[in-house]
C-alpha cells in the first residue's frame, strides 16, 4: 500500500511552471501511468489488476522507467523509490521513529518535504507532527 502511495505522488508530481503558475499533471494521466505499471508488472488479486510489489519493479532500470513515464525526472524518481523499498517494509516504517522517517522519505530522490507529508499522513498513518510548526494561526 505504501509503495502505492509513492507510485501515486511521483506521478501527480507538478509538471511545470507556466505563465507564473504551477501545473499539476491531469488525473486522467496520473491513472495511465499507474494502469501502464500495472499492466505490465502487477499481478491479480481476486480477479482485479494488484499494483505490483517493489521486488517485482527491482530489474527496471531508470531508462525502462522512462519508457513509462516519457519525463526523466519522473523516471529517475521512480527508479530510486523502487531502489530504496529493496531494503524496508512498511512496518519498520510504521515502527520507526517519525523524524527518522521523514529523514529516510527526504533522502529518496524526487521526494520533497510535501511529498513526504503526504507518504506518512495518507500512505502511513502517521499524525505525529504539528500542522501549524511555522506559521501562526491568526487569532
Not at 20 to 45: D, F, N, S, T, V
Not at 101 to 120: N, P, T, Y
Request: glycine share 8%.
Amino acid at each position: 500500500m505504501i509503495f502505492t502511495a509513492f507510485i501515486s505522488r511521483v506521478s501527480s508530481l507538478l509538471l511545470k511552471w507556466r505563465a507564473g503558475a504551477l501545473l499539476r499533471m491531469p488525473l486522467a494521466h496520473a491513472r495511465k501511468i499507474k494502469q501502464a505499471i500495472y499492466g505490465q508488472y502487477g499481478g491479480e488479486w481476486q480477479g482485479l489488476p494488484a499494483f505490483p510489489e517493489p521486488r517485482d519493479l527491482a530489474h527496471l532500470s531508470e531508462k525502462d522507467w522512462l519508457e513509462l513515464i516519457p519525463n526523466a525526472r519522473k523516471a529517475r524518481a521512480l527508479s530510486e523509490i523502487t531502489s530504496a523499498f529493496q531494503g524496508v517494509t512498511t512496518r519498520e516504517l510504521v515502527e520507526r521513529p517519525y523524524g527518522e522517517v521523514q529523514r529516510w522519505l527526504r533522502g529518496i530522490d524526487g521526494i520533497g518535504e510535501w511529498s513526504a507529508l503526504f507518504i506518512l499522513v495518507r500512505g502511513l498513518g502517521r499524525l505525529e507532527i504539528s500542522w501549524c510548526k511555522t506559521k501562526k494561526v491568526p487569532s
